[in-house]
């Protein structure tokens, strides 16, 4: 919530600030975004969670929403005072909270609900937005995003398994935001918010083993979408 709030304070500041001086047509830059977010199409996966028991149960893989952060490059080139575009490289991290049901079960079958599994996964992203300008202080985005899934991992409360992400993917991007420029020292930046949902399932299709032998489970179809707070600065 404090990064949430800085971001807040940056956005009132710049409606009393410069925005995008004329006369330029490309910047580069860097970005940082925090993010919040959860799944969707989390479906219920079958499996069986125990290893004292082999009924068969279905639960959703996700338990809460999650948590990340992603830095980047970026270019921007606008075509007049109106349109541009503008590419990213980024990495991104994202921590997602898991169904203690599946991961924390124990050996005579009970679950721990103290203690929340958890999903890391790394990715390298690169969105293609076209932004629109209709004033020098403020600006509208959409595109697509185009995902390389670089691996995860799930921690559960006793154990670490690895986490098959499909290696590639993409996402819709909507977003907007505000420009602040500062002439005496020629700095350009802004600050906006980005909603990025996942079209492709963010693991790879198949049977997961849970514990060796005894414990597994079908893959989830799953997808991210992601809320980002974001901070960039022009050059």
Not at 124 to 136: A, H, I, Q
Not at 213 to 225: D, I, L, N, Q, T
Request: glycine share 10%; proline share 3%.
């Amino acid at each position: 919530m404090r990064q949430v709030a800085i971001i807040a304070l940056f956005l009132v500041a710049s409606v009393f600030a410069d925005g995008v001086p004329d006369g330029k047509s490309f910047y580069w830059g860097g970005h940082v975004s925090w993010i919040l977010g959860s799944a969707w199409n989390d479906k219920p996966v079958k499996g069986v969670f125990s290893v004292s028991a082999s009924e068969v149960n279905e639960y959703e893989l996700l338990k809460a929403g999650s948590l990340g952060l992603e830095l980047g490059a970026l270019c921007w080139f606008r075509l007049n005072n109106l349109v541009g575009f503008e590419g990213e490289a980024n990495v991104k991290l994202v921590d997602a909270t898991l169904n203690d049901r599946i991961y924390n079960r124990t050996v005579d079958g009970k679950y721990d609900e103290e203690n929340d599994a958890s999903l890391l996964v790394w990715s390298f992203n690169v969105p293609l937005v076209v932004r629109f300008t209709p004033t020098p202080s403020f600006f509208l985005e959409t595109g697509a995003q185009f995902n390389v899934n670089l691996g995860g991992s799930i921690f559960s409360y006793d154990d670490s398994f690895d986490f098959d992400a499909e290696p590639l993917g993409w996402s819709l991007v909507f977003g907007g935001g505000v420009f602040s420029y500062n002439p005496q020292n020629n700095l350009l930046w802004s600050a906006g918010i980005r909603l990025a949902i996942d079209m492709t399932r963010i693991e790879k299709e198949g049977i997961v083993e849970i514990r060796k032998g005894v414990a597994y489970r079908e893959a989830s179809p799953m997808k991210f979408w992601n809320f980002q707070c974001d901070l960039a600065f022009y050059f």
